[in-house]
């Protein structure tokens, strides 16, 4: 809130006081966020000159490069959005750019006022034009959008009227969102690194240096973050959610090596009405960035046994929901190993269950609850039955009995979805959103920095989720990276997936 010098000189001491101190704090936050902006900026530049030295393998090399790139255009990206205004009349000096080239094809997009008569009635005259180009891409074509804005003036009362410049989600850059969307898709849908784009770029006439394409990367990323908090919070909403984490390797500069850093997922249940999965990269499989993630959330949670998710259970907040289909795998693989007639039993018995849920996935909440206490609990209990007895048949330290103790010691979470038809009755769900990343975590998850893997989850939850809608992501990423520079914030969650409608459109 600006207060003008006549408002001011009618605030009391106390109002002084007390609006001196808001600012002083907001001072102070914004300065610490800057200082720690500045240090990180500082880091990364020191990784960057030294990766050279680094004994990596040009593969490694190549992929700390480029996401080292992405880094710093991301914290340049936000340092700028907390800067000062530029003061009017000073212009701020942008970097020049070469010419694309002459011989790619243009297209020419005129942008001239809604009306050419002025004010006081002339018919105004076209004196000129201000021309800006940018780079399309379509699959093995290149192609320019040549962005013509006319200039119109009345000679009576000499006004000149322009319409204005389109914003643009890389502001006076090159790309258009339709090239900024097939570089986001390539690299975390494809599992394309930036360097092996640069030379596909080259073959169809204009080589993109890998750095470029970082900076836009990194650059989307920012534009793109607050998109994926609505999703985060959206998704919190719901009473039942799904969680899953998977190990991905992540390049430490300092020593040439890597350790493992963890890719969480959290998903609504299979059986509520939205379709979303938020990935959140963390250093550690440590519990408390589960629980940091949910925070106050209240529900119920569908999980494995990981010992991380535990103490969210304690506060009685949120609710455990074991995973039959793990439970199912212990004695698939106890079956595999020996052919064991314990584990074929307990699998003929764990597919009654799961012939039930085919049956009933459709139903409604309250009927689908209805047949699972009708015949999937007598299936359950005659399954506990028989694994007590087995239980003190077999050697204790066998792998029968460790089948038999992961069911047992766990029957009243795994079983929960009897009683609950909202309720899921595996983790399959989110598991399923997890597949995606072990096919490209090899590529496109090899970071260098803890900011690289967490750019690399907000736009993968973008991608998937737009594709557990029905959406194509590139179509869904082009036009949400158009319409984002213009859209109100508050009116953010339009362009979440499970909301987007193509601009103009009537759906996707």
Request: aromatic residues 8%.
């Amino acid at each position: 809130m600006i207060l003008s010098p006549e408002s001011l000189s009618e605030l009391s001491a106390e109002q002084m006081r007390e609006m001196l101190g808001r600012l002083m704090g907001d001072l102070r936050h914004k300065q610490a966020i800057i200082d720690k902006l500045t240090h990180e900026n500082a880091v990364l530049k020191r990784l960057k000159f030294a990766a050279q030295s680094e004994r990596f393998s040009p593969e490694q090399r190549s992929l700390l490069e480029e996401s080292l790139d992405a880094d710093l255009q991301a914290v340049a990206e936000e340092l700028e959005a907390l800067a000062p205004p530029t003061p009017e009349g000073q212009v701020k000096q942008q970097p020049k750019r070469r010419p694309l080239p002459a011989h790619l094809p243009r297209r020419e997009i005129h942008h001239d006022p809604e009306s050419t008569t002025c004010a006081c009635g002339c018919q105004m005259k076209r004196i000129g034009e201000d021309v800006s180009e940018k780079l399309d891409y379509v699959p093995g074509t290149f192609t320019v959008e040549r962005h013509i804005r006319g200039k119109w003036a009345c000679a009576q009362c000499e006004t000149i009227v322009q319409a204005p410049v389109e914003p643009h989600v890389i502001d006076k850059g090159i790309p258009t969102a339709g090239l900024v969307a097939h570089v986001m898709v390539a690299k975390y849908a494809d599992h394309q690194p930036l360097y092996r784009l640069e030379p596909i770029f080259g073959r169809a006439g204009f080589p993109v240096p890998r750095s470029t394409l970082a900076q836009w990367v990194g650059t989307c990323g920012v534009r793109l973050q607050p998109l994926v908090d609505a999703l985060k919070a959206v998704v919190l909403r719901h009473g039942v959610l799904h969680a899953d984490e998977t190990p991905v390797q992540m390049l430490k500069p300092g020593n040439g090596k890597t350790h493992r850093a963890y890719l969480w997922a959290y998903a609504a249940g299979a059986f509520e009405d939205l379709k979303a999965v938020v990935y959140d990269f963390c250093e550690s499989r440590a519990g408390v960035h589960a629980r940091e993630f949910l925070g106050d959330w209240q529900g119920t949670l569908v999980c494995d046994d990981y010992s991380g998710y535990k103490e969210g259970f304690k506060s009685g907040r949120i609710i455990e929901a074991g995973c039959l289909a793990h439970a199912r795998r212990k004695f698939f693989d106890l079956h595999v190993s020996n052919k064991s007639q314990i584990a074929e039993f307990a699998l003929e018995q764990f597919g009654k269950v799961y012939e039930i849920e085919r049956q009933v996935k459709h139903l409604p909440a309250e009927a689908r609850k209805s047949r699972r206490q009708q015949q999937t609990k007598l299936a359950l209990d005659a399954l506990r039955e028989w694994m007590l007895l087995q239980q003190q048949k077999v050697p204790g330290n066998s792998a029968t009995a460790k089948a038999l103790d992961y069911s047992l010691n766990r029957w009243a979470a795994l079983t929960r979805f009897v009683d609950d038809g909202q309720l899921p009755v595996d983790n399959n769900w989110v598991e399923n959103r997890m597949r995606p990343i072990a096919q490209g975590r090899a590529n496109w998850l090899f970071a260098g920095s803890l900011r690289a893997g967490q750019r690399a989850a907000a736009i993968m939850s973008l991608i998937q989720s737009a594709r557990m809608n029905g959406h194509d992501p590139y179509a869904y990423l082009k036009d949400v990276l158009t319409r984002l520079p213009t859209h109100k914030a508050s009116q953010i969650e339009d362009l979440l997936p499970h909301r987007w409608k193509p601009a103009g459109g009537t759906g996707a």
